[in-house]
């Protein structure tokens, strides 16, 4: 099943919902109506698959802000601009399902931001990340200084701030901002592999991923450990993993593999 907004096409691929950024010609920047597009498909997303991938249309990922729109904007609407921005991208990393950003060329500005909310990056060699918000005079708005400040580090996204460097796939890859860095024109397609990966999964587990890790992270270890044992347990009580769990014991089930070499 497929659909499109003209922002952002929607295709359904089995258990994988595919979202494309689709305005190429302006980098993919994210206007108002943009952001509604985004979160409109991610809700749709929610309820028809149980994994996502985000990618952008074109040479590149995504451009950030709409930097005209943005320019024209009062104080009290850029704030509730960049709330809105906030909410639309809690649906993907706090949401019901688990998605993959696969990144082609740029990532800047809100473009990081929104790769930032999702829950695992691919990116092909080639692509790179920059925050030049220094550069324009503006700041992270779409919940950079939450989401990338807590994915690589403070210091490093002080470090791409304050430089408005460019950083590349392989080197966010050692930073811990891409789990997976592939050959060019393959990004989008090891996204959707690994999404039917995730999406083969225990529901309840990759809710419980999603939604627990971040939060617990945010606790102190003692209520992080309590908290942590109250999931499993609920986890365990599922119908989903009481038949999952007799399937291993009754060997029907796959066993864990070395890794490929
Ligand atoms: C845009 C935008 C945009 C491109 N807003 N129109 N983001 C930035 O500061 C990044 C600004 N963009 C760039 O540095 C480059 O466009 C790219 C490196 C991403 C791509 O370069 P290139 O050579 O492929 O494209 P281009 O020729 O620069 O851009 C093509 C068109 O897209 C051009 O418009 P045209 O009418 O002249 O064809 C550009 O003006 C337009 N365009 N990026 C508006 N961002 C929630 S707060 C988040 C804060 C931020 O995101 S700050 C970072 C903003």
Known sequence: MSGTSDLVRYELRGDVAILGLNRPDKRNAISDRFVESIAEAVARATREARAGVVHGHGKHFCAGL?????????????????RRWHSAFDTIERGRIPFVSAITGAAVGGGFELA????????????FFALPEGQRGIFVGGGGSVRIARLIGPARMGDMMLTGRSVSATEMERWGGVSYVVEPGKALQRGIEIAA?????????NYAVINALPRIADM???DGLFAESMVASLAT???EAQER???FLEKRADKVKAPDA
């Open 66 to 82: 709409d930097l005209s729109e943005h320019s024209q904007k009062p104080l009290f609407e850029a704030v509730l601009g960049s």
């Open 116 to 127: 930032a909310s999702a829950h695992i990056r691919v990116a092909e060699e080639g692509a």
């Open 197 to 205: 990966r995730m999406a083969q999964n225990a529901e309840f587990t």
């Open 220 to 222: 102190s270890s003692e």
């Open 237 to 239: 009580m599922t119908p």
């Open 245 to 247: 769990l007799r399937d």
